[in-house]
């Protein structure tokens, strides 16, 4: 996707005058700004956010680097999942593109879209796979292009340096790139500065990365481990740390048991995204916003 585009693009893309374009940008509808040559510029991510605001449709979505097809069907969140399952399993990706920007334009929220569409889809897809009705090849790229279409969202999510600082990554032996990577973007989407510090990582590494960036919030996501003893040692570590330097740390993921969150200290945990939205906001409520009670 591309970053930015001209008035005249964007105009075009939305159906309207470029005379009227630029006096929505003049009056702030559309923030803009200006190359160093002196010509003007709009950042795709402020489309897309006008776009969503409005209820506004996009006429020609190519020319800002969308699908082709995106604007042209009304989705309901339980079709969605429907669709988007057999088109990653023959992998269509071109219409799960087009289904996520569709879903995203209307105003679904990031976390439905996640919770309700994506990782839904691939949970269902996770259990046709052990049980040999999708092949290894088939669930492989259904990751790949979930991954592609999440690299897009995070593209049309700003935060500003003002921000509170949020990091996170997942445990040793973790290499489940998909909830990790969702987070991120879930957090930036509720005004948070979020890096993704990667996976497969070592608790020393992870515990370093908290002492030298001091974040306001660390998240972990757990979908696989080796050593329970070992896991529970590390995380409660972490919790010290960031407890010592006055963070929280959120925790979810398909490999936390019952059990096992009776050994582990955390400040949230979060069952889905929604759960995690919820915690973030309430540590960074939205100026005038009442502020939700935590996830505990």
Known sequence: MRKNASPRQVARAIGVSE?????????????????????????????????????????????????????????????????????LVSGE??????????????????????DDVLASAMHLIGDQWSCGDVAVYQERRACEICMRCLHELRAVTSVTNEAPTAIGGTVESDIYTLPITMSEIVLRNVGWQATLL??????????????????????????????????????NRLFDVTHARGAALAIGGQAITENLRRQIQYSAFCESFRDLERFARSLNPAPGSPTPPPTV
Not at 21 to 31: A, E, F, H, V, Y
Not at 45 to 67: C, D, H, S, W
Not at 198 to 226: C, H, Q, R
Request: aromatic letters at 8%; a neutral charge.
């Open 19 to 87: 005379s009227t374009l630029k006096r929505w940008c003049d009056g702030g509808l559309i923030p803009m700004t200006k190359t160093a040559g002196g010509h003007r510029r709009i950042e795709i991510e402020a489309i897309v956010q006008f776009l969503r605001e409005t209820g506004r449709r996009v006429v020609e979505p190519e020319l800002l680097g969308l699908p082709v097809s995106v604007g042209k069907t009304e989705w309901t969140l339980d079709r969605a999942k429907d669709r988007i399952v057999s088109s």
């Open 93 to 114: 990706e071109s219409v799960v593109r087009q289904i996520v920007f569709d879903l995203l334009l209307a105003d679904h929220s990031v976390t439905a879209i996640f």
């Open 198 to 235: 990667g996976t497969n990582l070592p608790f020393d590494t992870l515990a370093e990365a908290i002492e030298k960036n001091s974040p306001k919030l660390f998240w972990l996501s757990v979908s696989y481990f080796m050593d329970e003893k070992a896991f529970v040692t590390g995380v």
